[in-house]
């Protein structure tokens, strides 16, 4: 089983805007500390029967650290077993999300997602089912854009449909990312993300399930002025954020490149912003990396 996280691939942006968001391959999804004294009061979300979402930092495993877009529904669910067979998904590494990639590049006739037939023949209901049965969680990746960072077919304006979806399929995390927001008139680009992940957070309120929302908006403010106000307001809307620069991916040609410093880099960004955190909001540094070489 490889433990792994997210881009770092050449369609994402420029470091200072890297895309981004996720578990980690084994990993663990928004790490950090405990709010601290003076931390923003929390806007913890509710389940229906009224309990707390991620009152711990949710944690499992990623594909996008290790294979980026060259997995299947075969690779998803043997890492799920991997889970339970290491342990690790009793010690609490329970959620399994798939990445950017599973879906194609166009909506059905019916503007509805579609998995790809090739990589996922059974399909996502199915695939939730079958994380259901081992006793983990289900994770998918989206995006807040008119497409995903890969190129394939984004959330944008169609948020209560797509949050439907998910919900039909059994989904109980979801990762959108921040690619390709179109420039809306009138609006900052601030103000454009700020709407784009309100509108989807209560479309997945509004959908009937318990859903983790990982919102990926500051990591595309990481380097600027408005960084921290983004920090200031995804809290509102999910339970965890990407914050910043990715965690740099496994390189098949070259697999014991040490990929440390980049562990280092996102811890050293992480630390000042603490404050940000408490029980159901996290910051969220990227995969921890763990099982192959580098």
Not at 135 to 141: C, R, S
Not at 231 to 258: F, H
């Amino acid at each position: 089983m490889q433990l792994v996280r997210d881009p770092g691939v050449p369609w994402r942006r420029p470091l200072a805007r890297a895309a981004g968001a996720g578990l980690l391959a084994l990993a663990v999804l928004g790490v950090g500390a405990a709010g601290a004294p003076g931390a923003l009061a929390s806007t913890t979300a509710t389940s229906g029967d009224g309990a707390p979402l991620a009152v711990t930092p949710p944690m499992g495993w990623n594909d996008w650290a290790h294979y980026q877009c060259g997995y299947t529904e075969s690779t998803i669910l043997q890492n799920a077993e991997a889970l339970v067979s290491s342990g690790l998904a009793a010690k609490g590494y329970n959620t399994v999300t798939i990445d950017d990639c599973w879906m194609e590049s166009s909506r059905d006739s019916n503007g509805n997602l579609v998995a790809n037939p090739t990589t996922f023949p059974d399909g996502m209901a199915y695939v939730g089912a079958q994380l259901h049965s081992m006793g983990l969680k289900f994770g998918i990746y989206e995006d807040a854009g008119t497409s995903t960072c890969g190129g394939y077919a984004g959330s944008w304006n169609h948020w209560q449909q797509d949050a439907d979806l998910f919900a039909s399929w059994g989904v109980d995390y979801l990762k959108l990312d921040g690619c390709n927001l179109p420039s809306v008139s009138g609006q900052t680009e601030e103000q454009t993300y700020q709407s784009a992940y309100s509108q989807m957070s209560a479309a997945l309120k509004a959908s009937g399930r318990d859903i983790v929302f990982s919102e990926s908006a500051p990591a595309y403010f990481q380097g600027t002025t408005d960084w921290d106000t983004v920090l200031g307001w995804v809290g509102q809307y999910g339970q965890l954020w990407r914050e910043g620069s990715d965690i740099q991916t496994y390189d098949a040609s070259s697999p014991s490149t040490s990929r440390w410093n980049s562990v280092l880099t996102n811890y050293g960004y992480n630390n000042p912003i603490h404050r940000y955190e408490s029980p159901g909001n996290w910051d969220d540094p990227d995969f921890l990396i763990a099982g192959t070489p580098g």
